[in-house]
């Protein structure tokens, strides 16, 4: 999946994600997810778009094992290691989630937390649509491996979920983002209604 639609999911997806939250602390107004919109209705502006800016480095980050990705573009610099191996994991993933609640827990620091836990998101996000692709991602890796075939490409074992292609321009990979779009918008108006 291209950087640009990255960006997009991890957006759409997230927003869906605030959407859901925001309709369910409705039918529950004193639980958890309302504790957590009443923590986004006093935060300022400047840590919202801090936060949107670490959703996108999260969106973008596992991709920093390819020469030619965006955020390899952007900070000059790669990973030299094989392409949705370590930076496709798990792992890579609970660094910002730790990080995050051990600030959370230690100085209530809720802005940096918040920071933390947006890059996380992205992260996630770039780890599920990569998984709906052809190749789809070893989340445990090395636990669980890619089987490499003699024309270079490597898919999971016993992956069966192949929506989209990695193939530049490919029309599956923008029918989904297209859909996810969709879906966060009509989860936008049910919010706002
Ligand atoms: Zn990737």
């Keep these: 999946m291209s950087g ?3 960006i997009n999911t991890s957006i759409a997806g997230t927003a869906l994600l605030l959407e859901g939250i925001t309709i369910s602390s409705r039918h529950k107004p004193h639980g958890s997810s309302s504790i957590l919109l009443n923590y986004f209705h006093h935060s300022s502006l400047f840590i919202w778009i801090c936060g949107l800016l670490c959703l996108i480095i999260g969106a973008l980050l596992p991709d920093i094992d390819l020469r030619d990705s965006m955020i390899s573009k952007l900070v000059h610099f790669h ?3 094989r392409h949705r191996t370590w930076t496709h994991t798990l792992w890579l993933l609970l660094i910002p989630i730790i990080i995050g609640w ?9 802005n940096a937390s918040f920071l933390w836990f947006s890059l996380a998101l992205g992260i996630f996000w770039h780890l599920v649509m ?14 669980t491996q890619y089987i490499n075939y003699p024309d270079g490409a490597h898919i999971k074992k016993h992956h069966w979920l192949k929506l989209y292609s990695v193939k530049k321009k490919s029309k599956a990979e923008r029918f989904i983002v297209f859909v996810i779009d969709v879906l966060a918008i009509i989860g936008l108006i049910l919010t706002l209604a």
């Design 130 to 143: 990569d998984s709906l692709s052809v190749g789809g991602v070893c989340w445990l890796y090395p636990i």
């Design 4 to 6: 640009k639609h990255h």
């Design 79 to 81: 990973i030299p290691i």
């Design 102 to 110: 051990v600030l959370l827990l230690r100085s209530s620091n809720c």
